[in-house]
């Protein structure tokens, strides 16, 4: 089968800002797809721009097989799009928004009022049907509008960052539902800067920063290409002057504010050496993750822009 | 807004009428409450003017002062409800509710939801002005069958405050920036287009200025047809009205697709 997304050179400027600066990537079907990345490192602007809302300021973007400069009507009668920010109908209750939303898709109304129970059903929304939708709690509406997105049966779902806000264990719920739409052969596209729901929802990803593609890959594989499996971390930056000592054990480090980061594939080994030879205040080993490796591409946390900036070593 | 967006060829699909079924589907809701006060203010005005003021003037061209005052009602009140709609009603559902947003990641286009829009304003100048119509006629004041067309006259007129409510709603900032659109465009057009006293006695450049302005054509062709005074001299003003429809429609579509499309 053909690529779902394919993305050349892409570039959106507002104004004299560039947002996406020229980023290649493509989708393949069926897959979960990412983008990891902090605020403001472009990933709505650049969905924005799949979903036919921004145009293209340069480079090529086919959607389904089609140019989104031209064919964005078809494009869009494919699409399922959860938008970052709630757009929801407040006007409507939480059925009526999903039937007042498939006729924009010019659904006959015999087959969206299936639809919509159907939809309503998955989503645990039954109960809450004739609600108006400003009652709802945040997560109910997340689900409501994961489920209008649906509504046309889409061939691609573009989320963007659909558990921002939520409890963890609404989290947990939509993570479930996404992961059952995969199941039925929706192709998926999402961004987010949790690392958990990057790891656990998606296929493959892109880590993006400042309108950038710093890597992309399946998570497992990045996080062994540049970390190993572990990470140990040490309360203070004084142990420095160590790291040559534990040449073999580490595959790299990192010193991030007061404390020192150890990548490592043999974790338990690399804290014996540790321990023998300096009293350290904090050591704490853990498995490697994808923060890690956003941490060593970047240099920054991606929840903590401005602090945390670290010197970068190599 | 670039000048070649305002000459881009329109993306109209049938849509725009799934935009208006929307909001009609919206106003379901709230339309008794809605057309109850709508239709107060006119009536307020209406029995203090043609009663009060009245007993003064004792006729203005052989009518009674009500009979005068009454068919630019019928134009005044449709304006003033499309214009509530198309700038605090559009401007709402473009800014803060997001709806345009989440429509136009559907197969419409931003064309279909600024029209959609377009028509729901002109079917509340309609609604609302053959509201007040049916009242006047039941207080006698509507002498001919004439007044049977004044609805199409409104879905016309409708359409063109709508364009102009849109406009400014595509420009605006903030809720506040109505208040000088309601203050310094329609309040003076309220009062000046011919709906309290007859133009004649104006200076001869103040009424051409008022002639470029619109809500005069439509007080124009409602007197005309209310009274059942009709002659060729109404084509212009509904040619008037056509004609800064067809001159205008994309000016509110391009500011909003510059509003949106990000
Ligand atoms: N309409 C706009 N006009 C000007 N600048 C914009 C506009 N939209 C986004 N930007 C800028 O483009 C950059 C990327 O924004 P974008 O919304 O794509 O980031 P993001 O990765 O989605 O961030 P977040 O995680 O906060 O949602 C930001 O610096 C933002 O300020
Ligand atoms: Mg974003």
Wanted: charged fraction near 20%.
């Amino acid at each position: 089968m053909d690529n779902v997304i394919e993305a050349r050179g892409l570039v959106k400027r507002f104004g004299d800002f560039t947002a996406v600066n020229g980023i290649n990537f493509i989708v393949r079907p069926r897959e979960c797809f990412g983008f990891l990345g902090p605020n403001g490192a472009g990933k709505t602007s650049t969905v924005k721009m799949i979903y036919c809302h921004s145009p293209v300021t340069d480079g090529s973007l086919k959607v389904l097989g089609m140019d989104v400069t031209k064919e964005a009507r078809a494009i869009k009668r494919r699409l399922g799009v959860v938008a970052q920010e709630d757009n929801l109908d407040p006007d409507l209750t939480v059925e009526q928004n999903l039937l007042v939303f498939s006729t924009y898709f010019g659904i006959p109304k015999s087959e969206a009022g299936e639809r919509t129970k159907e939809l309503l059903d998955f989503f645990g929304l039954k109960e809450k049907a004739h609600t108006q939708v400003d009652k709802l709690s945040g997560g109910m509406k997340r689900r409501l509008a994961i489920a209008r997105a649906l509504i046309n049966k889409p061939d691609l779902l573009i989320l963007d960052e659909p558990t921002t806000g939520l409890d963890p264990q609404a989290r947990h719920l939509v993570w479930q539902r996404l992961r059952k739409l995969k199941e039925q052969g929706v192709t998926l596209i999402l961004t987010t800067h949790y690392l958990d729901e990057a790891s656990q929802l998606c296929d493959r990803l892109v880590i993006m920063d400042r309108g950038q593609i710093l890597e992309q890959g399946e998570p497992k594989e990045l996080v062994a290409r540049h970390i190993g499996k572990e990470v140990l971390e040490l309360g203070s930056a004084v142990c420095h002057d160590l790291i040559p000592q534990l040449a073999g054990l580490t595959s790299g480090h990192q010193v991030v504010g007061e404390a020192l980061f150890l990548y490592t594939n043999d974790g338990q080994a690399l804290l014996r050496k540790v321990q023998e030879l300096r009293e350290t205040n904090r050591q704490y080993l853990r498995p490697a993750s994808l923060e890690d490796v956003f941490l060593k591409l970047t240099g920054r946390g991606l929840h903590h822009e401005g602090e945390n900036e670290v010197e970068h070593a190599d | 807004m670039q000048i070649k967006d305002f000459f881009r060829r329109p993306d109209i699909s049938w849509g725009m009428f799934r935009v208006f079924a929307r909001n009609l589907k919206v106003y379901q809701k709230t339309w008794k409450a809605s057309i109850m006060f709508n239709f107060l203010e006119p009536l307020l005005y209406l029995s203090a003017m043609g009663f009060g003021l009245g007993a003064y003037v004792s006729d203005i061209k052989g009518l009674s002062y009500l009979n005068y005052i009454a068919p630019g009602f019928v134009a005044s009140s449709a304006m003033w409800a499309v214009s509530y709609e198309s700038t605090y009603g559009s401007f709402l559902r473009m800014d803060y509710q997001k709806t345009y947003q989440a429509i136009i990641a559907t197969p419409l286009s931003i064309e279909d939801v600024v029209l959609g829009d377009m028509l729901y304003g002109a079917f509340k100048s309609v609604l609302y002005g053959s509201v007040i119509l049916l009242v006047i006629f039941t207080l006698g004041l509507v002498a001919s069958p004439w007044a049977l067309l004044l609805p199409v006259v409104l879905f016309f007129s409708g359409l063109l405050f709508a364009i102009m409510g849109l406009t400014w709603s595509g420009l605006a900032k903030t809720f506040d920036h109505f208040n000088y659109y309601f203050t310094l465009l329609l309040t003076p057009m309220f009062v000046y287009s011919g709906v309290f006293y007859p133009l004649e006695g104006m200076p001869d450049f103040v009424k051409e200025i008022i002639w470029f302005t619109p809500l005069v054509h439509v007080v124009n062709l409602a007197r005309g047809l209310v009274l059942g005074q009709v002659g060729s001299y109404l084509l212009v003003d509904l040619a008037w009205i056509i004609g800064f429809i067809i001159i205008f429609i994309n000016l509110p579509i391009a500011l909003i697709r510059h509003r949106l499309a990000r």
